[in-house]
């Protein structure tokens, strides 16, 4: 049997294309033909829409058969078995005598929600609103025309840390917007495009982030993001 996680790299519903998708499973019926099966047969876990990034095989409960184990962006693990998916929950303790160990560590930070193009949900709706026009003053800006995915991402991380660390609020990121022909040698015009708005979403660059917009025709369009940062809290 073949099982799917579903999920688009980035927000286009202004597009048409769709953000959140539904997880597949299609049924081996031998002979190199499959049968996808409904969600009525399934449960309701394949019912709904997610932003699934990560499958992987693994014996959860140790019973010498195989489950798949889905990861998504805005929903829990989930373990699709048995016509139903339920939240990942940890295997069964191995039947051996514990020792002691050192003292619980502290709780992991609260994960910040995913930030999504043009959402606006920390800002009051003024601000929002100057932001996705344009009207707020560009205190810095950062082309990551002709870089590699590695080098751009080190330059954005160095550009936002030295944002944040200046004051600086509104700052703009030009990334291009890729297309046939358009990408410079050597450069990733559309995937870094893509790639940007997820790189904000990551550890150590969403913690400075409040939002992001595609900015006006006058500032790149498309190919081009107004990033606010965030204030540094004093003492940091």
Request: hydrophobic share 40%; net charge positive; aromatic share 6%.
């Amino acid at each position: 049997d073949l099982i799917l996680t579903n999920g688009h790299v980035d927000d286009f519903t202004h597009s048409g294309l769709a953000y959140r998708m539904r997880p597949q499973y299609f049924r081996n019926l031998g002979g190199g033909r499959f049968r996808e099966l409904r969600a009525q047969e399934l449960g309701p876990f394949f019912a709904g829409e997610y932003l699934g990034r990560g499958l992987a095989r693994l014996d959860w409960n140790r019973d010498g058969r195989e489950e798949a184990v889905i990861s998504h962006i805005d929903a829990p693990a989930a373990l699709p078995s048995a016509g139903k998916a339920d939240s990942a929950a940890a295997p069964p303790p191995a039947r051996r005598r514990v020792q002691p160990g050192p003292p619980p560590k502290a709780p992991p930070p609260k994960i910040k929600p995913e930030l999504l193009h043009g959402e606006m949900r920390d800002l009051d709706r003024r601000s929002a609103e100057r932001l996705k026009r344009g009207q707020l003053p560009i205190e810095a800006q950062l082309d990551l025309h002709g870089l590699n995915q590695l080098d751009a991402q080190r330059a954005l991380e160095a550009f936002l840390a030295a944002a944040q660390e200046a004051g600086r609020r509104c700052v703009l990121v030009i990334t291009g917007k890729g297309g046939v022909g358009r990408a410079p040698a050597g450069g990733e015009a559309g995937v870094l495009r893509r790639a940007v708005p997820l790189w904000l979403n990551q550890a150590g660059l969403r913690e400075k982030v409040l939002a992001y917009a595609y900015a006006q025709p006058k500032h790149g369009g498309q190919g081009a993001l107004y990033v606010l940062v965030k204030r540094q809290r004093s003492g940091c």
